[in-house]
T-cell receptor
Framework: AQSVSQHNHHVILSEAASLELGCNYS??????LFWYVQYPGQHLQLLLK??????LVKGIKGFEAEFIKSKFSFNLRKPSVQWSDTAEYFC?????????????FGQGTELSVKP | GAGVSQSPSNKVTEKGKDVELRCDPI?????LYWYRQSLGQGLEFLIY????????KSGLPSDRFSAERTGGSVSTLTIQRTQQEDSAVYLC?????????????FGPGTRLTVL
């Protein structure tokens, strides 16, 4: 069965620090990869996604992620975090093919940015 | 509407009662998904619809859970004989098609508490 693992449950950073959140998945076939974010009191929303092409993808608010197929990883990065990045971040995988688009989510990483 | 809406936003019920949760997807979106977000389990896929049919019900936890979609629009998730372990936030999402790489737009969720 497909699974997604996020290594960090809770990350605490000061403003301007660099961020990297780990995500690994287990599936040997074609995958589509997503990072979603849930700001306090708000809906889940898409940060970025990868489905083909350049493995380095850029999303909203200065976030980027790199797909490394050999490592089954899709880590999220941001060079300099802001207090407004405080949120919970979810990595998700959809196995390509006739899967209907259902997402398998990681457990989430809570990011707290101190001003 | 502008986004996915869900009702009620909060539901408190007694163990053994039946509950119905409603989802209104973004107009024109053909694919609709239900997920559950609970402590300790993270975000779990429950079921998805393409139009009014549900090709994948694999995530429904038990036969107490059922869902339907009518007119290719509104969907209802029904939980019969609720149990305390059903307490969670139930999220609905929609996307324009079933394509694997499509963004899913999430609603605010229904927080279900079973006493």
């Amino acid at each position: 069965a497909q699974s997604v693992s996020q290594h960090n449950h809770h990350v605490i950073l000061s403003e301007a620090a660099s961020l990297e959140l780990g995500c690994n998945y287990s599936y040997g076939g074609t995958v589509n990869l997503f990072w979603y974010v849930q700001y306090p009191g708000q809906h889940l929303q898409l940060l970025l996604k990868y489905f083909s092409g350049d493995p380095l993808v850029k999303g909203i608010k200065g976030f980027e992620a790199e797909f490394i197929k050999s490592k089954f990883s899709f880590n999220l990065r941001k060079p300099s975090v802001q207090w407004s990045d405080t949120a919970e971040y979810f990595c998700a995988v959809n196995a390509g093919g006739n899967q209907g688009g259902k997402l398998i989510f990681g457990q989430g990483t809570e990011l707290s940015v101190k001003p | 509407g502008a986004g996915v809406s869900q009702s009620p936003s909060n539901k408190v019920t007694e163990k053994g009662k039946d509950v119905e949760l409603r989802c209104d997807p973004i107009s024109g979106h053909t694919a609709l998904y239900w997920y559950r977000q609970s402590l300790g389990q993270g975000l779990e896929f429950l079921i998805y619809f393409q139009g009014n049919s549900a090709p994948d019900k694999s995530g429904l936890p038990s036969d107490r859970f059922s869902a339907e979609r009518t007119g290719g629009s509104v969907s209802t998730l029904t939980i019969q004989r609720t149990q305390q372990e059903d307490s969670a936030v139930y999220l609905c999402a929609s996307s324009s098609t079933l394509a694997d790489y499509n963004e899913q737009f999430f609603g605010p969720g229904t927080r279900l508490t079973v006493l």
